[in-house]
């Protein structure tokens, strides 16, 4: 009785909307079995819902009626396991979040370097792709914006132009520790990504501390295919980026 009134009290300070599953109960394995009963109790009296095995939601109600947990509620618990996250989300879904297009993915993409991360379930859709690095929360945001630098010439209804253009606003906001990541994860992406990242920093006038492993790491005699005008990244020789 003792577990059901915590797991009752943990929920009602839950927002309403969220999403949680066992883990942000702190709820020990050999006490799922009284956990599961709670819960059942819970949504039995309409207090939760349950969205998929292991996962439940405290319903929003308007005069529309009873509103789901938004996308990025109903994507998250893919995202953590053990409490830790292991995946991010990438692809259209992020490049529209970082302004470089204006259309909506259909399916997003889930990057894992442990999972295979696959989702089908309503409208909620995605695919798995893996990751360069181990996911953190602390260095997911950045390997999603090196993401958009491996997939410059893809991004949907985005120029290389306005996608350097962008690229470069996005980096220019980067604090020193933040650039030190960027350069540090950089370097476990392909030669395109790296030499793009280097000629990025370095037509912003900054020189950080770890640009020269960028420029170390390349080919001298590799060419990188842009389709890069020098009018968009005027240093792009000097990265043999053409």
């Avoid at 009873?66 to 998250?76: A, F």
């Avoid at 990242?197 to 842009?226: D, F």
């Amino acid at each position: 009785m003792a577990l059901a009134t915590e797991i009752r009290k943990k929920i009602k300070s839950f927002p309403k909307g969220k999403t949680f599953g066992y883990d942000d109960l702190c709820i020990a394995k050999n006490d799922y079995t009284t956990a599961a009963k709670a819960l059942e109790r819970l949504q039995k009296e309409e207090l939760i819902k349950k969205l998929s095995k292991g996962v439940f939601y405290k319903p929003e109600k308007s005069v529309f009626g009873e509103l789901k947990p938004d996308y990025s509620e109903l994507l998250r618990p893919y995202l953590f396991e053990n409490g830790k996250r292991v995946a991010y989300e990438t692809g259209t879904s992020l490049y529209n979040r970082l302004g470089l297009t204006t259309q909506m993915a259909f399916r997003t993409k889930i990057a894992s370097r442990k999972k295979r991360i696959n989702i089908n379930r309503e409208n909620l859709k995605a695919d798995a792709v893996k990751s360069y690095a181990e996911v953190t929360d602390s260095n997911y945001e950045i390997l999603g914006l090196l993401d958009a630098f491996k997939d410059i010439k893809t991004i949907p209804d985005c120029s290389i132009a306005h996608a350097i253009k962008r690229l470069s606003s996005i980096v220019n906001e980067l604090n020193d520790k933040q650039t030190k990541s960027f350069i540090k994860y950089a370097l476990m992406y392909p030669p395109r990504v790296r030499a793009l990242a280097g000629a990025v920093l370095e037509n912003l006038g900054t020189t950080p501390k770890g640009i020269e492993q960028l420029k170390e790491s390349l080919n001298p005699l590799t060419t990188i295919k842009l389709g890069v005008n020098k009018g968009e990244l005027p240093n792009q020789s000097n990265w043999y980026i053409e």
